[in-house]
């Protein structure tokens, strides 16, 4: 007995006629079984549903018309070419076809035939043409058709490869599907497809290679889309689910006297926002299910202090307890704002950063493996060295998106885990939540702390400089502080003439030439970066001029000015992030992005919308929208295989249903016994990406 399985398996060649030059073309496709025919969609539709008399065409539009050969003729065109002629008439208007290099077009029309030819016309010498039109014999049913219907109106446009045609692919797949559509298993129960209006995969192959209309392509479009989302979300499932049972963690409750200790060492009251997710993250931590939560709140909204809630409930506890930042400026700035934190407290804590000197590091290495600190800042350093703890008990990355998915696993022994939480300032559209933090339960801060002051934002054009910079320097005269950043630059530039020199020299020579300005860039060494952060943090210096090294997380709440050249080389995303650094305290924040002649129509738009919306939320859905998920996070980063056919800027509607189903699903049969088919399509595709070993 032959399964499914060995059919879809079968060469092409074997399945169908193939002539032979076909046979390599289709391999370069990738197209060597009757299952790679029957999933390689095609890339596009060509509409035949235009159906005119000849007399009515226009030129350069794809339209169809029918006639009835009067001639065909072929002739040498020299150097070996040829050139097939078919001339069609119709009531009277005549119409001719034209194939090049195609000789055995030839013999496949006879005066008399009834045809159909689409194609974009085009009038030459008083009579319309068309070349290599898509060709349908009509046969006698020709003798009632009426204008309006023509056989097929939807043709499946194929991608191509050197050798064949679109004639020949269409030929090729159009016998496949007729022959083996029914072969592959439905993997879904007809209640979910009857739920979800979806149709049989049967239905949905032969739609989308063999369409009748548009309606039926959108329809089998969506079912692709949806398994494809589907088979994502339950490998999510399953990995939330396998992180449970295998893997434990430290219980941690909050008890009344630890949160009472913690309360009082923080400078502030929790907002109803942080005290809701601090809550979350309590619940979380009182169980041996490792936490694996997303602390997610726009910039500015107080996400350190519930990280360091967090913390302390684990120190608390006698467990160690790690702080991860994506950039040392960052990691040592945490310090600073623990080292405030803790001085009253028996906390003992180290900046584990590529700064310290190899005896220093030695030292705090011996600390962490031997319990003697108790909580340890550093950047991600910490996940990639093969770093000891003693008894580690919770990790909170901060600024997530800045690291890859895989590399929460790297702390762990055993079956033993650490809790997670990670956080990120830049808002995850929502259908990327579900998908690439996929994972993680979501927390979210909804509010900002008390006395926040808006940012006002403004696109700076040449003409309003000067007026702005007379702004700016009536700010630095009031006490206040100001950032300018200039665009990272790229290594092929010559490094002796980056902007940010130019940048300092220009204002320092010139519109800043009365103030204390200081520069900071990504090629200095740690130490001098953290000097030059600290004189600017404590106020000697009035004006940073620095590349995005202060994008995320800086926190000087004396700095009210932001100015950004170049804004054009920002995501909307990163100039949000970077606009956060302003507006911090109780003064008013200014952010000017400077736009000249040059900077185009659309980086323009795009700038106004950045000034004029002030939720990162919002801001995150219209960068998404506008340049998909790679520039928020780049997909490499991520480490999740690529979607073939859905898109999570115009499928979020279908992800929606998939993951309510696939959850349900997951829910009901956890070892996915009772569903091999779809058990195995998800190990094939995410098993490696996600870690999922086969429980089932
Ligand atoms: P982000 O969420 O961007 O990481 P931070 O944690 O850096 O934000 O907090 C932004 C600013 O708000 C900091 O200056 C911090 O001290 C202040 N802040 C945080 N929580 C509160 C609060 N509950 N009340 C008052 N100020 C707060
Ligand atoms: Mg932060």
Known sequence: MTTPVQILATPVAEAVDVRPPLKRPLAKLGLRTVRDVLFNFPRDYEDLSDLRGIEALEEDVLQTVRGTVEEVDSRSIGFGKTRVGVLIADRGFQLRATWFNQPFMRDKFKVGDRVQFSAKPKQRGG?????????????????EADQQSSTSELQPVYSLSDGITQFHMRRIAGKIVSEFAEVPDEVFSAELLAKYKLPTIHEALKAIHLPENREQVEQARRRFIFQELFVLQLALAARRHQQRV?????????????????????????????????????????????????LQGDVGSGKTLVAVYALLV????????AL????????RQ????????????????????????????????????????????????LLQEKVQFKNLGLVVIDEQHKFGVEQRASLRRGDRSPHYLVMTATPIPRTMGMTQFGDLD??????????????????????????????????????????????????????????????????????????????LHGRMTPAEKDEVMERFRQGETQVLVATTV??????????????????????????????G?????????????????????????????????????????????????????????????????????RDGDVLVDARDAAIELFQADPGLSSHAKLRSQMLRKYGDALDLSDVG
């Open 581 to 649: 650094r302003v507006g911090r305290g109780k003064h008013a924040g200014f952010c000017a992005v400077l736009v000249d002649d040059e900077t185009s129509d659309d980086a323009r738009a795009r700038l106004q919308k950045f000034a004029d919306t002030h939720s990162g939320f919002e801001l995150a859905e219209v960068d998404f929208a506008i340049r998909g998920p790679g520039d928020l996070f780049g997909t490499r980063q991520h480490g999740l295989p690529p979607l073939l056919v859905a898109d999570l800027v």
């Open 324 to 331: 991860m930042a994506p950039t040392e400026i960052l990691a």
């Open 314 to 321: 684990c120190v608390a506890h006698g467990y160690q307890a």
């Open 442 to 519: 979501v927390s979210t801060l909804h509010d900002m702390p008390p006395g926040r002051q808006p940012v006002t934002s403004y696109v700076v054009g040449p003409g309003e400089r000067e007026r702005w910079w007379e702004f700016t320097r009536n700010k630095l005269r009031e006490g206040r502080q100001a950032f300018v950043v200039t665009p990272l630059v790229e290594e092929s530039e010559n490094i002796a003439a980056t902007s940010v020199d130019q940048a300092f020299e220009q204002l320092t020579s010139g519109e800043l030439a009365d103030f204390r300005v200081d520069i």
């Open 334 to 381: 945490h310090s600073h704002t623990l080292e405030k934190l803790l001085d009253q407290s028996r906390v003992r804590y180290q900046l584990l950063v590529g700064g310290l000197k190899p005896n220093e590091r030695q030292e705090v290495l011996r600390q962490m493996v031997e319990g003697e600190t108790d909580l340890v800042i550093g950047t991600h350093a």
């Open 127 to 143: 009579r319309w043409e068309m070349t290599h039109p898509h060709t349908v014999w009509l046969g006698d049913e020709f003798a």
């Open 550 to 579: 202060i994008e995320v997380g800086v926190d000087v709440p004396n700095a009210s000015m932001m100015i950004i050249a170049s804004p054009e080389r920002f995501g909307i995303a990163q100039l949000h992030q970077l606009r």
């Open 246 to 294: 295998n893997f434990t963690a430290p219980e941690l409750p909050v008890t009344a006297q630890i949160d009472a200790r913690i309360s009082r060492l923080l400078p502030f009251q929790l907002t109803a926002g942080q005290r809701e997710a601090v809550e979350q993250i309590a619940d979380d931590l009182s169980t041996t299910t490792p936490m694996n939560r997303l």
